[in-house]
């Protein structure tokens, strides 16, 4: 048996227009992280934002702090919403990363013994100056010396079908989501490629993504794994994290 613990590591506030493009208003997003208990390791799934951000987020986050503004109340870091599950962010053996981007690796450094699994293309896109900066990546967050599993496609990290990385290209330019098989069913973490119900429903992409024809694949394929029984747990989705238990957990 496996389970699975979902948490809000900070909220960001910012224009809707910068997830829909065409929607207007403003809108409020949590920022996830998920822990899987896995009987051969603890799996953290994107580990939200850097704990400077809740003292100084210009500091740490230069332009996009203009962009968002970030809610980060003591208890929401991932250490500290790991620790309130009595688990010692040291014993967690391996960190998915479904990209690079500020809001998914921030909490990194808190998580240090743990292998680093994220796509090859999206390491080396985090090492190649022209691609940082058009995506935005700070490697402060990620390049932390961590041992690494580069993924080339998809990968069931156990070998058992439990925990699968998900290839999920577009929004960045390696982006993967995560099947997770429950006891009580199939969800995919489907992270930034796909950011809320809307997001496919409507085949609406945000206005600045990496590749829009992979990223509009990646939604097909999300739309096929639905169809097949599985649930979606959108990347930055209000809506969804209304419906969770509280505390958030899954079986």
Same mark, same amino acid.
């Given at each position: 048996?496996?389970?699975?613990?979902?948490?809000?590591?900070?909220?960001?506030?910012?224009?809707?227009?910068?997830?829909?493009?065409?929607?207007?208003?403003?809108?409020?997003?949590?920022?996830?992280? #998920?822990?899987?208990? &896995? =009987?051969?390791? @603890? !799996?953290?799934?994107?580990?939200? $934002?850097?704990? +400077?951000? /809740?003292?100084?987020?210009?500091?740490?986050?230069?332009?996009?702090?203009?962009?968002?503004?970030?809610?980060?109340?003591?208890?929401?870091?991932?250490?500290?919403?790991?620790?309130?599950?009595?688990?010692?962010?040291?014993?967690?053996?391996?960190?998915?990363?479904?990209?690079?981007?500020?809001?998914?690796?921030?909490?990194?450094?808190?998580?240090?013994?743990?292998?680093?699994?994220?796509?090859?293309?999206?390491?080396?896109?985090?090492?190649?100056?022209?691609?940082?900066?058009?995506?935005?990546?700070?490697?402060?967050? #990620?390049?932390?010396? &961590? =041992?690494?599993? @580069? !993924?080339?496609?998809?990968?069931? $990290?156990?070998? +058992?079908? /439990?925990?699968?990385?998900?290839?999920?290209?577009?929004?960045?330019?390696?982006?993967?989501?995560?099947?997770?098989?429950?006891?009580?069913?199939?969800?995919?973490?489907?992270?930034?490629?796909?950011?809320?119900?809307?997001?496919?429903?409507?085949?609406?992409?945000?206005?600045?993504?990496?590749?829009?024809?992979?990223?509009?694949?990646?939604?097909?394929?999300?739309?096929?794994?639905?169809?097949?029984?599985?649930?979606?747990?959108?990347?930055?989705?209000?809506?969804?994290?209304?419906?969770?238990?509280?505390?958030?957990?899954?079986?």
């Amino acid at each position: 048996m496996i389970r699975m613990h979902a948490f809000a590591c900070g909220w960001l506030g910012a224009d809707l227009h910068l997830f829909l493009t065409g929607a207007s208003g403003a809108i409020r997003v949590p920022v996830p992280a #998920y822990l899987i208990e &896995h =009987p051969r390791g @603890l !799996v953290l799934f994107d580990s939200g $934002l850097h704990v +400077d951000a /809740r003292v100084d987020p210009h500091a740490r986050l230069g332009f996009l702090a203009k962009l968002f503004q970030v809610e980060f109340a003591a208890g929401a870091a991932v250490g500290e919403r790991l620790a309130a599950l009595d688990i010692d962010p040291a014993r967690v053996t391996h960190l998915v990363t479904s990209h690079l981007h500020f809001d998914h690796v921030g909490g990194h450094a808190q998580i240090p013994n743990a292998r680093l699994v994220v796509q090859r293309r999206e390491w080396e896109a985090g090492r190649t100056p022209e691609l940082m900066q058009k995506n935005g990546y700070d490697p402060r967050d #990620y390049d932390l010396g &961590h =041992p690494l599993a @580069l !993924v080339d496609g998809e990968l069931d $990290l156990f070998g +058992d079908g /439990r925990i699968v990385c998900v290839p999920t290209y577009g929004h960045t330019p390696g982006h993967q989501s995560l099947r997770v098989r429950l006891d009580g069913g199939e969800i995919v973490l489907t992270a930034d490629a796909c950011y809320f119900r809307r997001t496919l429903e409507e085949m609406n992409l945000p206005p600045i993504v990496h590749d829009g024809e992979q990223m509009t694949e990646s939604l097909r394929r999300l739309a096929a794994l639905q169809t097949a029984g599985a649930r979606l747990f959108f990347g930055h989705d209000p809506e969804l994290w209304k419906t969770f238990p509280e505390p958030a957990v899954f079986g």
